[in-house]
C-alpha cells in the first residue's frame, strides 16, 4: 500500500500536471504544425522550477523594465531547471517504487 503511494505521489501526479500543461500550452509551442521542443521544454517545467529561480534573482531596486526582464529570466531558467526537475522527480519515484 506504501508504494501505490508513493507512486501516485511521486510518478502520476506530476506526470498528469505535466500532460495538462501539455495540452494548455500546445498554441504556444505548435508553430505551423511542427513543435518547438525548447518552448515545450520551458512550459511543461515552468511549475517543477520556478519557486527554485525566485529564490535566487529577486528583482530589487530595478526600474519598471528591469523588473520584467529579471521576472522573464526567472520564468525561463525556471522552466529549464523544471524540466530536468520533473524527470528527476519521476525517476526517483520509480526508483522509490521498486525499492519500496
Known sequence: MKRIGIF???VILPLTLAALLLLLFRPI???N???????????VGIPFGIHRM????VP???DLAGTVGVFALNVIVG????GLA???QVASGIVATVKG
Not at 54 to 57: A, D, E, G, P
Not at 79 to 82: E, K, P, Q, V
Request: aromatic letters at 22%; one cysteine or more.
Open 8 to 10: 501516485l505521489r511521486k
Open 29 to 31: 509551442y505548435m508553430e
Open 33 to 43: 504544425g511542427t513543435i518547438n521542443y525548447l518552448l515545450l521544454w520551458i512550459c
Open 54 to 57: 525566485f529564490l535566487w534573482l
Open 60 to 62: 530589487h531596486k530595478f
Open 79 to 82: 522552466g529549464l531547471i523544471g
Open 86 to 88: 520533473l524527470i528527476w
